[in-house]
């Protein structure tokens, strides 16, 4: 069961370098989510996917683009790493957002800049 | 104040005890809750669903208090392998908000 599947596990990145991560979910899940978590801030969106076709900004879009390329798969695009993006990146996945439905997530990508 | 709060805690029970967590909302148009467990550099996990009548999976008993509103996870007969940290997850009616709280860490020890 492979659920949600995130790439890569660990980057570092340079200051201003570019980088996608990548995110799939094979549970035909129609709603997909992009989350940083950093010490002492807890869990913080940063772009959702209601449904294939869709894409709205969270509560930390800044400095992010996101792409959902088909149900299946949503990508996080950082054009120009800061150190500010240095995190923990989670993405999750829900069967739709409808409100009683729990998210699942990916096992996260662990991103430095320097 | 922020959408939801929690005790950072620790929270540090030996095996064997009960221990208690309480988890706060401010917005009392939100409709579901949940904790989630999340290990050290882990994914979050969904651990259980709140629902307004109380439940209980197990050693586990969620509650919701609406009237406060607070919800709470109560753990009994703790395990060393309950040790992690608790996320109150709060849900408004409308929109993607999914807002979590920042989480209790639990410590059992033997």
């Known amino acids: 069961n492979a659920g949600v599947t995130q790439t890569p596990k660990f980057q570092v990145l340079k200051t201003g370098q570019s980088m996608t991560l990548q995110c799939a979910q094979d549970?035909?899940?129609?709603?997909m989510y992009w989350y940083r978590q950093d010490p002492g801030m807890g869990l913080r969106l940063i772009y959702y996917s209601a449904s294939e076709g869709t894409t709205d900004k969270g509560e930390v879009p800044n400095g992010y683009n996101v792409s959902r390329l088909n149900k299946r798969e949503f990508s996080l695009r950082l054009e120009s790493a800061a150190p500010s993006q240095t995190s923990v990146y989670f993405c999750?996945?829900?069967?739709?957002?409808?409100?009683?439905?729990?998210?699942?997530f990916g096992d996260g990508t662990r991103l430095s800049i320097l | 104040r922020k959408e939801v709060e929690q005790d950072p805690g620790p929270f540090n029970v030996p095996e064997g005890a009960t221990v208690a967590f309480n988890c706060t909302y401010s917005?009392?148009?939100?409709?579901?809750f949940f904790w989630y467990r999340q290990d050290c550099r882990k994914e979050p996990k969904l651990l259980m669903s709140v629902y307004s009548s109380g439940n209980e999976d197990g050693r586990f008993t969620a509650q919701l208090n609406r009237a406060s509103q607070y919800i709470s996870l109560l753990i009994r007969d703790s395990k060393l392998s309950d040790s992690a940290t608790y996320l109150c997850v709060v849900i408004r009616s409308s929109g993607y908000a999914l807002n979590f709280g920042k989480g209790t860490s639990l410590l059992v020890t033997p």
């Open positions: 999750a996945s829900s069967e739709s957002r409808v409100f009683n439905q729990p998210q699942h």
């Open positions: 917005n009392s148009a939100s409709q579901s």
């Open positions: 549970m035909n899940h129609n709603s």
